[in-house]
């Protein structure tokens, strides 16, 4: 089993800045990538960014070149950090990780961006 604890969300100005961090405790050996998701009110579960164990990484069209995925593995951590923050980026983010045999989810924070 694997638990991913998100933290960092909160309300902040459109052009504004945010970091995700997400806590990776339990089978770690078995994960292969990590990703970053948002779902916003009335909308589908959108992917934003992955990470994989090569450290490749890939994003959304509509974050690229506002947002870095970044991975520390002595912390056991995976980051979102977000630039240049629009009101169309407002959602749950969560963490996520595949497994060999299943995918986790974490519980989700929520990011509000002002207009």
């Known amino acids: 089993q694997v638990q991913l604890v998100e933290s960092g969300g909160g309300l902040v100005q459109a052009g504004g800045s945010l970091r995700l961090s997400c806590a990776i405790s339990?089978?770690?050996?078995?994960?292969?990538?990590m990703a970053w998701y948002r779902q916003a009110p009335g909308k589908q579960r959108e992917l934003v960014a992955t990470?994989?164990?090569?450290?490749?990484?890939s994003y959304a069209n509509s974050v690229k070149g506002r947002f870095t995925i970044s991975r520390d593995n002595d912390k056991n951590t995976i980051s979102l950090q977000m630039n240049s923050l629009k009101p169309e980026d407002t959602a749950v983010y969560y963490c996520g990780a595949q497994g060999s045999r299943q995918n986790y989810r974490g519980r989700g924070t929520q990011v509000t961006v002002s207009s």
């Open positions: 339990g089978s770690i050996w078995s994960i292969t990538a």
């Open positions: 990470i994989a164990s090569a450290g490749i990484t």
